[in-house]
């Protein structure tokens, strides 16, 4: 017996889905290959060095930049009780890429610890926090008009096969609508 509808059909593969775990892959190659070429030319020790510095100072770097995000958080939620307007505030000093290049530096590599040290650069963390911050308003305006909170309430209606489903959406924490009165009520009797 058939309905008429169409089978599902298999969501199509992102390319994201496809080409992140090859570029992971062929990362992890580089840096065991780097590792080895540099223990070939430097000796094993010397690796085993660079390797515990890198964790120490991107320890270290992570450290500092978690204790910089909290001072800019603890500020900002200052100004925002005093009842300061958005144009008096300033933007993050980028903590989020200090503490990836951190991060960076903690993996054991030298193509990671050359990205990490990278990213210890001001110039270059600057230049990286306005591309994204671009790329995030393009995106953004990209979708159309709503927040956030928009999009992903649209994400959840739609059915993993696409289809949407209809429905009213009732909150439990909403308080009882008013009830529309139709007249008197007949007495109940036991």
């Known amino acids: 017996m058939t309905t008429g509808s169409p089978p599902p059909t298999v969501p199509k593969r992102s390319r994201a889905r496809t080409f992140v775990p090859l570029g992971v892959a062929a990362w992890l190659v580089l840096e065991i290959w780097l590792l080895t070429v540099v223990a070939d030319a430097a000796g094993g020790f010397t690796v085993f060095l660079l390797l515990v510095a890198g964790t120490v100072l991107g320890a270290v770097v992570i450290k500092r930049a978690g204790r910089r995000a909290f001072k800019n958080l603890t500020e900002t939620l200052k100004r925002q009780q005093a009842g300061e307007t958005p144009a008096q505030r300033r933007l993050g000093s980028g903590s989020g890429f200090l503490m990836l290049g951190g991060l960076l530096l903690m993996l054991p590599g030298m193509v990671s610890d050359v990205a990490g040290l990278l990213l210890?650069?001001?110039?270059?963390?600057?230049?990286?926090?306005?591309?994204?911050?671009?790329?995030?308003?393009?995106?953004?305006?990209?979708?159309?008009?709503?927040?956030?909170?928009?999009?992903?309430?649209?994400?959840?209606?739609?059915?993993p096969d696409g289809k949407v489903v209809q429905g009213e959406v009732i909150r439990q924490d909403a308080p009882p609508a008013p009830r529309r009165d139709d007249g008197p009520k007949p007495p109940l009797t036991p």
């Not at 270059?124 to 979708?143: D, I, K, T």
């Open 120 to 159: 210890l650069v001001p110039p270059v963390r600057s230049f990286l926090g306005r591309y994204a911050e671009r790329s995030l308003e393009r995106r953004m305006s990209a979708a159309g008009t709503g927040s956030l909170s928009d999009a992903f309430q649209q994400a959840r209606i739609h059915r």
